[in-house]
């Protein structure tokens, strides 16, 4: 009867769209109000098969229990028991504080921990944990202070609960193991830190550009002049030459008689 009021109401007004929105709301607000309750937790909100019993907190879909405070619930048989906790899905386990499973059968049991796909757990501090089944993080180290031998990122690949693996694990000091082979086109640097490398040689890099001339040296400072050298030594007068021989006398000849004869 409420429904055909309002309906005839709007079919007759100027404002359809106004009055369309003020029916939708009225609506939702009569359906939420079958559909979300009081929690068993202060200032707490379900829904009619969950369980808001932590203070502040949500919970929503079936069999979900949200029991820390200020903590989310929802999905099928999820539990967020810790402080500021979040489970979603189916099955999920977020036990510790601010820590988040979601997917399926995921556990979240250290303190800032996020477990994510299928049968995973993240029981280190601060670690991320997603894949399946996975076999580092899934036993604590510390789940309450940040520690360098604590896993940082894990992907999970094990089969099943019984058959637990990684693909792929990190710890926060920088130790990484990975399963398979690994294909890297470059290197920061040149590689020479790596160890443990198999595999064809890479290409040769290209020739690297010619640098630039240096600029001209200055001109060298000029050498000291020598000392002078010694004079030499006067050479020796020559010798007096001899005197030349007197020539002999002429005799004298008359031109006139020699003629008349």
Do not use: C, P
């Amino acid at each position: 009867m409420f429904d055909d009021l309002f309906l005839e109401i709007i079919l007759k007004s100027n404002h359809k769209k106004l009055f369309t929105i003020i029916a939708l709301t009225v609506l939702f607000s009569m359906n939420a109000q079958t559909f979300w309750f009081q929690g068993t937790g202060s200032n707490t909100i379900q829904t009619a098969f969950a369980t808001a019993s932590g203070d502040n907190s949500t919970a929503m879909g079936a069999s979900t229990t949200a029991s820390g405070q200020a903590s989310t619930a929802m999905g099928y048989t999820t539990e967020a028991s810790g402080t500021y906790s979040t489970a979603m899905g189916v099955a999920t386990i977020a036990s510790r504080y601010a820590s988040t499973a979601m997917g399926r059968d995921t556990e979240a049991s250290g303190d800032y921990s996020t477990a994510m796909g299928n049968g995973t757990t993240a029981s280190d501090y601060g670690s991320l944990v997603i894949g399946q089944y996975n076999s580092s993080g899934s036993s604590a180290t510390s789940t309450d202070i940040f520690s360098t031998a604590n896993t940082a990122f894990v992907i999970g690949n094990g089969g099943d609960s019984s058959n637990i693996s990684d693909a792929f694990s990190i710890l926060f000091d920088g130790t990484t193991n990975i399963a398979g082979s690994v294909t890297a086109t470059s290197f920061v640097g040149d590689g020479s830190g790596l160890t443990g490398i198999t595999g064809t040689n890479g290409t040769d890099g290209t020739d690297g550009t010619d640098g630039t001339d240096g600029t001209d040296g200055t001109d060298g400072t000029n050498g000291i002049d020598g000392t002078d050298g010694v004079d030499g030594t006067d050479g020796t007068n020559g010798t007096d030459g001899t005197n030349g021989t007197d020539g002999v006398d002429g005799k004298r000849i008359d031109t006139k008689r020699m003629v008349l004869e």
